[in-house]
């Protein structure tokens, strides 16, 4: 989960937010919502592959969270998984 306080009066839907108030976004309902995601449960890495991402709003798949305060650890995090994938690929 994510939290941040909200620096105004907001409103989301229907549902009023008060200045101070605190906001949690629940990443793995995010990930998991049958509205954006077909068959949400399934392990289907072809999700993310160029095309299907018009299927989606910018903010549907947050690994490292988003915006202004996203990860500072995210850009090390990719290369780290490069650089393990990388070993079994090239004994292929």
């Known amino acids: 989960m994510i939290d941040r306080m909200a620096v105004a009066d907001d ?9 101070g108030s605190t906001v949690i ?4 309902g995010a990930h998991h ?3 954006h ?4 449960e399934t392990f289907d890495p072809e999700r993310f592959i160029k095309g299907s991402d018009k299927l989606r709003t ?3 798949y947050l690994p490292f969270g988003g915006g202004p305060r996203v990860c500072i650890g995210n850009h090390y995090a990719m ?8 070993e ?3 004994k292929i």
């Open 79 to 86: 290369l780290q998984i490069l650089m393990i994938l990388s």
């Open 33 to 35: 919502a049958p509205a």
């Open 58 to 60: 910018p903010f549907t």
């Open 88 to 90: 079994p690929a090239q």
């Open 37 to 40: 995601w077909q068959s949400p």
């Open 11 to 19: 409103q989301v839907g229907d549902i009023d937010i008060p200045r």
């Open 25 to 28: 976004v629940y990443v793995y």
